[in-house]
């Protein structure tokens, strides 16, 4: 190994508390403007003397890991030392950066805020300055104020119910300035620990390592209630960690052992939280939003309320072609007549492409005529139940048909593939025009484009990281299907391939779409949406020990049967559960686009591996803590 | 718990796009007909229990998408079944034509031993044929299979193509059960069964009833 030094040499012993991403310093007295809206984490950090303080980190300062391959060490990174912040050399460049931090001593603190909607959050430790400002990406402060409430006693002000008061200098911390030897974590003969700690270090190094760490950072995360009776150490902080997740089943194991006690902790997640749907972008909300000549411009602020409460139906029609991209949303109402006539033009002389090629032609044309067979086929039998497109003769299918083999000759190489009829037809059902259908359904073709790749790669890719996810967020779940030969994910096929148009009615349907069009509050969120789906039937899956038919029977049965917009709140929770989970990986912050931090753990190697070969098992399950 | 089979056989439905595998399915499980099916995304799969000379056959029948490109994924599902419909549609050459990429097809995923048939299906649309019965007679014969037309909309041939086939299996079973137990056991397909049913006797039952 080439860093031979343990863990108490590293210089800056401090311990994240809990971290979140996604910060954005908004403004700082005495900070350069250039150090305003960059990016970076907010933290909340005990210091070797612990002493806690919050600290906001840019993320240039959080630099990747250069010894992933040591794994040892790898999984002393996880469990929040400063240390992966270190990637070899002290640089100038890491330097500056870390003259960059900012630190609030919690001791110090004094009243702190929330504002705009959860998205802004400023602190202050005189009385009638704010100090420093905050702003959250993903409209989640809120859940850092609740962490921040497990280290300060804090009193709402009678005036403004978004504003806290520390109330007095918080007794956690002084409990906390005990060092861990006073807070008596091992009863038993301190030498004799060591010693035991030592000999299985020499045979077991990995597993040793591990468990002297889970007993001290569980301590840390999870409190030190029930520390006092002088009993068996395994009986102890399973006693305590039971407490601190009474919500989960089966949260703690202990296993005996003649030589040394392992104790086996599946991470779990903080609680979920309920955030209730809103209500729809309203006509007055959206016109309030464009300026005179038409402009979108507080963009980010539409798609918030769009990802809320979606949009109202009499203004679909218009905001659809926002999301799916048609209409940029900086461009006036001139410029967009402009675009429009544009789009026409293209439109119709691909259109024309196969409209005006001859019987001959086609028949010298395998590639085309395969294409096109393949679209009567499916427009022929796309919703044929909804009034818009039943009966013999209907034009609107004729319009469906037209659309689909013009993007044929749109994007010939992709070509037509099953599937696109339906994504196709609620747009057209909507929008009721040829070519805005046409560019609104190029549109949403661009976000799902890899559902359709030719060897499926997109969409087995997607299926393994909703396999990872749910092995983050539903364990128990994950662990049922890997054992009944479904780790693979394939019966969730359907829902991907078509982002769930098969598993709700059109009302629901145009609901779901325009909230996932939005791309918040995270990447991938449809993945959150079918965690949300399979955890709400995690009892039925597992009590009933369904197998690999019935697991696939039962997601096909939940067609037409399930609530979007419980679902969407469910996913939004799950989300929040995740992002704020102290174990939270890398392998889930790439799926969810968030900022790595760096750590590896043994799971991730399995990257590229087949969501076959499944993750949960109980022998990760202390790697993570 | 008493059984409500005696054997359970998984069969599976493939072929081109459009020829139509849910129809032939659809008729065979419910006895309808709906012009205007919608296609198959992903696998589904439906349940019929028929009577065979004295024996309760459940078949398992899955259905599957028929566009090539989804064919990784449906390939997943080709292993443990027994039987396999090949599905072509007389009014269309190309399904013909690529029915021996299929049986290509079942010879890279399935198993050996998988017993086979050949159905031509929208035989009713005589006006429209491209691939005349002679065709499918000759092609069954080169690779030895059984072969029949059928048609889901007049309800032709379906339901004895699907007898045929869960017979020649029954057979097969049996056949294999005697060579390797003389003392005349039951199959070991319908033992494993009955095992799991004994384990965890609210499944499969439970489920059979809602279907």
Same mark, same amino acid.
């Given at each position: 190994?080439?860093?031979?030094?343990?863990?108490?040499?590293?210089?800056?012993?401090?311990?994240?508390?809990?971290?979140?991403?996604?910060?954005?310093?908004?403004?700082?007295?005495?900070?350069?403007?250039?150090?305003?809206?960059?990016?970076?984490? %907010?933290?909340?950090?005990?210091?070797?003397?612990?002493?806690?303080?919050?600290?906001?980190?840019?993320?240039?300062?959080?630099?990747?890991?250069?010894?992933?391959?040591?794994?040892?060490?790898?999984?002393?990174?996880?469990?929040?030392?400063?240390?992966?912040?270190?990637?070899?050399?002290?640089?100038?460049?890491?330097?500056?950066?870390?003259?960059? /931090?900012?630190?609030?001593?919690?001791?110090?603190?004094?009243?702190?805020?929330?504002?705009?909607?959860?998205?802004?959050?400023?602190?202050?430790?005189?009385?009638?300055?704010?100090?420093?400002?905050?702003?959250?990406?993903?409209?989640?402060?809120?859940?850092? @104020?609740?962490?921040?409430?497990?280290?300060?006693?804090?009193?709402?002000?009678?005036?403004?119910?978004?504003?806290?008061?520390?109330?007095?200098?918080?007794?956690?911390?002084?409990?906390?300035? +005990?060092?861990?030897?006073?807070?008596?974590?091992?009863?038993?003969?301190?030498? &004799?620990?060591?010693?035991?700690?030592?000999?299985?270090? =020499?045979?077991?190094?990995?597993?040793?390592?591990?468990?002297?760490?889970?007993?001290?950072? #569980?301590?840390?995360?999870?409190?030190?209630?029930?520390?006092?009776?002088?009993? #068996?150490?395994?009986?102890?902080?399973?006693?305590?960690? !039971?407490?601190?997740?009474?919500?989960?089943?089966?949260?703690?194991?202990?296993?005996?052992?003649?030589?040394?006690? @392992?104790?086996?902790?599946?991470?779990?997640?903080?609680?979920?939280?309920?955030?209730?749907?809103?209500?729809?972008?309203?006509?007055?909300?959206?016109?309030?939003?464009?300026?005179?000549?038409?402009?979108?411009?507080?963009?980010?602020?539409?798609?918030?309320?769009?990802?809320?409460?979606?949009?109202?139906? *009499?203004?679909?029609?218009?905001?659809?072609?926002?999301?799916? &991209?048609?209409?940029?949303?900086?461009?006036?109402?001139?410029?967009?007549?402009?675009?429009?006539?544009?789009?026409?033009?293209?439109?119709?002389?691909?259109?024309?492409?196969?409209?005006?090629? !001859?019987?001959?032609?086609?028949?010298?044309? *395998?590639?085309?005529?395969?294409?096109?067979?393949?679209?009567?086929? #499916?427009?022929?039998?796309?919703?044929?139940?909804?009034?818009?497109?039943?009966?013999?003769?209907?034009?609107?299918?004729?319009?469906?048909?037209?659309?689909?083999?013009?993007?044929?000759?749109?994007?010939?190489?992709?070509?037509?593939?099953?599937?696109?009829?339906?994504?196709?037809?609620?747009?057209?059902?909507?929008?009721?025009?040829?070519?805005?259908?046409?560019?609104?359904?190029?549109?949403?073709?661009?976000?799902?484009?890899?559902?359709?790749?030719?060897?499926?790669?997109?969409?087995?890719?997607?299926?393994?990281?909703?396999?990872?996810?749910?092995?983050?967020?539903?364990?128990?779940?994950? $662990?049922?299907?890997?054992?009944?030969?479904?780790?693979?994910?394939?019966?969730?096929?359907?829902?991907?391939?078509?982002?769930?148009?098969?598993?709700?009615?059109?009302?629901?349907?145009?609901?779901?779409?325009? @909230?996932?069009?939005?791309?918040?509050?995270?990447?991938?969120?449809?993945?959150?949406?079918?965690?949300?789906?399979?955890?709400?039937?995690?009892?039925?899956?597992?009590?009933?020990?369904?197998?690999?038919?019935?697991?696939?029977?039962?997601?096909?049965?939940?067609?037409?049967?399930?609530?979007?917009?419980?679902?969407?709140?469910?996913?939004?929770?799950?989300?929040?559960?995740?992002?704020?989970?102290?174990?939270?990986?890398?392998?889930?912050?790439?799926?969810?686009?968030?900022?790595?931090?760096?750590?590896?753990?043994?799971?991730?190697?399995?990257?590229?591996? %087949? $969501?076959?070969?499944?993750?949960?098992?109980?022998?990760?399950?202390?790697?993570?803590? | 718990?008493?059984?409500?089979?005696?054997?359970?056989?998984?069969?599976?439905?493939?072929? &081109?796009?459009?020829?139509?595998?849910?129809?032939?399915?659809?008729?065979?499980?419910?006895?309808?007909?709906?012009?205007?099916?919608?296609?198959?995304?992903?696998? #589904?799969?439906? /349940?019929?229990?028929?009577?065979?000379?004295?024996?309760?056959?459940?078949?398992?029948?899955?259905?599957?998408?028929?566009?090539?490109?989804?064919?990784?994924?449906?390939?997943?599902?080709?292993?443990?079944?027994?039987?396999?419909?090949? @599905?072509?549609?007389?009014?269309?050459?190309?399904?013909?034509?690529?029915?021996?990429?299929? /049986?290509?097809?079942?010879?890279?995923?399935?198993?050996?031993?998988?017993?086979?048939?050949?159905?031509?299906?929208?035989?009713?649309?005589?006006?429209?044929?491209?691939?005349? +019965?002679?065709?499918?007679?000759?092609?069954?014969?080169?690779?030895?299979?059984?072969?029949?037309?059928?048609?889901?909309?007049?309800?032709?041939?379906?339901?004895?193509?699907?007898?045929?086939?869960?017979?020649? /299996?029954? $057979?097969?079973?049996?056949? +294999?059960?005697?060579?390797?137990?003389?003392?005349?056991?039951?199959?070991?397909?319908?033992?494993?069964?009955?095992?799991?049913?004994?384990? =965890?006797?609210?499944?499969?039952?439970?489920?059979?009833?809602?279907?």
């Amino acid at each position: 190994m080439s860093r031979s030094s343990s863990a108490e040499d590293i210089p800056d012993q401090c311990k994240d508390l809990f971290t979140q991403d996604g910060v954005l310093l908004k403004a700082c007295l005495g900070r350069p403007v250039t150090d305003l809206n960059s990016i970076g984490m %907010l933290c909340i950090v005990q210091n070797h003397d612990s002493s806690k303080y919050i600290e906001w980190r840019p993320n240039d300062l959080i630099t990747i890991d250069s010894d992933t391959q040591d794994q040892e060490w790898a999984v002393v990174n996880t469990i929040g030392r400063r240390q992966r912040t270190l990637s070899g050399n002290m640089t100038s460049d890491y330097a500056t950066a870390r003259a960059r /931090i900012i630190k609030i001593p919690i001791d110090e603190l004094k009243t702190f805020r929330v504002t705009r909607n959860n998205q802004q959050m400023q602190f202050s430790t005189k009385p009638g300055v704010w100090q420093t400002t905050f702003y959250f990406q993903h409209g989640n402060a809120e859940i850092f @104020v609740a962490y921040l409430k497990n280290h300060v006693k804090t009193a709402k002000t009678r005036h403004d119910r978004n504003t806290y008061v520390v109330v007095e200098p918080n007794i956690e911390s002084q409990v906390l300035n +005990k060092s861990f030897a006073e807070l008596d974590i091992f009863t038993e003969n301190t030498t &004799d620990v060591v010693w035991n700690l030592v000999s299985n270090f =020499k045979q077991r190094p990995y597993e040793t390592t591990l468990e002297a760490f889970s007993k001290l950072t #569980d301590i840390v995360y999870y409190g030190n209630e029930g520390m006092n009776g002088k009993r #068996d150490v395994s009986e102890e902080v399973a006693d305590l960690l !039971t407490k601190s997740m009474s919500a989960m089943e089966d949260a703690t194991t202990v296993t005996k052992n003649e030589e040394y006690e @392992v104790i086996s902790v599946k991470p779990t997640l903080p609680p979920r939280p309920c955030i209730p749907r809103g209500t729809p972008l309203s006509t007055e909300k959206w016109e309030g939003l464009q300026d005179t000549e038409g402009r979108v411009t507080e963009v980010e602020g539409v798609k918030q309320l769009i990802f809320r409460g979606g949009v109202a139906h *009499s203004i679909r029609q218009s905001v659809w072609k926002y999301l799916l &991209d048609y209409y940029p949303w900086h461009m006036t109402h001139a410029e967009l007549r402009q675009l429009t006539k544009k789009r026409t033009e293209e439109y119709f002389s691909m259109k024309l492409q196969w409209r005006s090629m !001859t019987e001959g032609q086609e028949a010298r044309f *395998s590639e085309y005529r395969d294409r096109k067979s393949l679209v009567e086929k #499916d427009v022929n039998r796309t919703d044929r139940t909804h009034p818009f497109f039943a009966g013999d003769n209907n034009p609107n299918l004729v319009v469906l048909q037209d659309i689909l083999l013009t993007y044929v000759m749109y994007n010939f190489d992709l070509g037509y593939v099953q599937g696109m009829s339906d994504i196709l037809a609620p747009l057209l059902l909507l929008l009721g025009n040829e070519v805005d259908s046409f560019w609104c359904f190029v549109g949403f073709m661009d976000k799902i484009a890899t559902n359709f790749d030719m060897d499926q790669a997109g969409m087995k890719h997607q299926l393994l990281q909703l396999q990872q996810l749910l092995t983050f967020a539903s364990p128990a779940l994950a $662990a049922h299907l890997a054992q009944k030969d479904s780790g693979n994910m394939y019966f969730c096929f359907r829902w991907l391939l078509v982002w769930f148009k098969r598993e709700f009615s059109h009302r629901d349907i145009m609901r779901l779409w325009e @909230v996932l069009w939005t791309s918040l509050p995270c990447a991938n969120f449809h993945l959150l949406i079918c965690v949300a789906i399979l955890d709400a039937e995690k009892d039925i899956l597992i009590s009933k020990d369904y197998g690999f038919t019935e697991i696939l029977k039962h997601v096909n049965d939940l067609s037409m049967c399930l609530d979007v917009d419980k679902i969407l709140s469910t996913a939004e929770g799950i989300y929040h559960q995740v992002v704020s989970a102290p174990h939270l990986t890398d392998q889930i912050r790439i799926i969810l686009g968030l900022p790595t931090l760096g750590i590896t753990t043994s799971s991730q190697s399995e990257d590229e591996e %087949l $969501a076959t070969t499944s993750t949960a098992g109980p022998s990760n399950g202390y790697t993570r803590i | 718990m008493a059984k409500t089979y005696d054997y359970l056989f998984k069969l599976l439905l493939i072929g &081109d796009s459009g020829v139509g595998k849910t129809s032939i399915l659809f008729r065979f499980s419910e006895d309808a007909f709906n012009i205007s099916f919608i296609s198959t995304i992903g696998i #589904d799969f439906k /349940i019929r229990t028929i009577d065979l000379d004295g024996k309760k056959v459940k078949l398992q029948i899955w259905d599957t998408a028929g566009q090539e490109r989804f064919r990784t994924i449906t390939t997943a599902y080709y292993r443990g079944s027994m039987g396999i419909m090949l @599905v072509y549609d007389v009014t269309n050459e190309k399904s013909f034509e690529n029915i021996k990429n299929w /049986i290509r097809n079942i010879e890279e995923n399935a198993s050996a031993d998988v017993e086979k048939m050949i159905l031509g299906n929208k035989c009713d649309l005589e006006a429209k044929r491209q691939v005349s +019965k002679e065709r499918g007679e000759q092609l069954a014969i080169e690779y030895q299979i059984k072969f029949i037309e059928t048609s889901a909309k007049d309800s032709l041939n379906v339901e004895s193509a699907f007898y045929t086939l869960a017979r020649d /299996i029954k $057979a097969k079973m049996e056949k +294999k059960q005697e060579a390797s137990n003389p003392a005349g056991a039951r199959s070991g397909a319908h033992q494993i069964r009955a095992n799991e049913q004994q384990r =965890k006797p609210t499944s499969w039952l439970s489920r059979c009833s809602l279907l």
